[in-house]
T-cell receptor, first 109, second 117 residues
């Protein structure tokens, strides 16, 4: 499975958009990009996933570059409750979800 | 909504005890997973199951066993708990493998913090 690279931490002002980048330069053609987040002391929560096209749901938007070597998760209006560790995962194997260190997003008032 | 529940949020056991961690999902998912999460190491897959009575080793199965007698329930067993098994244990489930598509979203339970003294 492809390895992902994410910044260790990011800050965002409450009410502003949070843009979380992820590099996955070795991604292969059949690998999906998944985003999860983990609020302190809770289990990871699914956010969104995509293959090639940009995706949007009630939680976030996922922008995947045309070459698929990177992606950005966008939380359009961050709130304090969005403070969490965000994980970017690429995989094509249902039993191999590798969670790296993720990005610690700090949403500040 | 998918609901994955774990039997305990916090558990304290003594070295050598047999420990059972239970996980139940209510969405008729075929696949279930057990992970442990430790600071600096991320989530590591212990075991997974893609059908009743079927199990496969993950990356760190040593010291653990699992049981899946019913589709909705996946149990993680520590035969003889040791202090290095102190960790956060997370259960997850996913729907199934669909024809032509390998990937399915995993949904996680709230986790069990196990302390082995």
């Amino acid at each position: 499975d492809a390895k992902t690279t994410q910044p260790t931490s990011m800050d965002c002002a409450e009410g502003r958009a949070a843009n979380l980048p992820c590099n996955h330069s070795t991604i292969s053609g059949n690998e999906y990009v998944y985003w999860y987040r983990q609020i302190h002391s809770q289990g990871p929560q699914y956010i969104i996933h995509g293959l090639k096209n940009n995706e949007t749901n009630e939680m976030a938007s996922l922008i995947i570059t045309e070459d698929r070597k990177s992606s950005t998760l966008i939380l359009p209006h961050a709130t304090l409750r969005d403070t969490a560790v965000y994980y970017c995962i690429v995989s094509n194997n249902f039993n191999k979800f590798y969670f790296g260190s993720g990005t610690k997003l700090n949403v500040k008032p | 909504d998918v609901k994955v529940t774990q039997s305990s949020r916090y558990l304290v056991k003594r070295t050598g005890e047999k420990v059972f961690l239970e996980c139940v999902q209510d969405m008729d998912h075929e696949n279930m997973f057990w992970y442990r999460q430790d600071p600096g190491l991320g989530l590591r897959l212990i075991y997974f199951s893609y059908d009743v009575k079927m199990k496969e080793k993950g990356d760190i199965p040593e010291g653990y066993s699992v049981s899946r007698e019913k589709k909705e329930r996946f149990s993680l067993i520590l035969e003889s708990a040791s202090t290095n098994q102190t960790s956060m244990y997370l259960c997850a489930s996913s729907l199934s493998l669909l024809a032509g598509r390998y990937q399915e979203t995993q949904y996680f339970g709230p986790g069990t913090r196990l302390l082995v003294l």
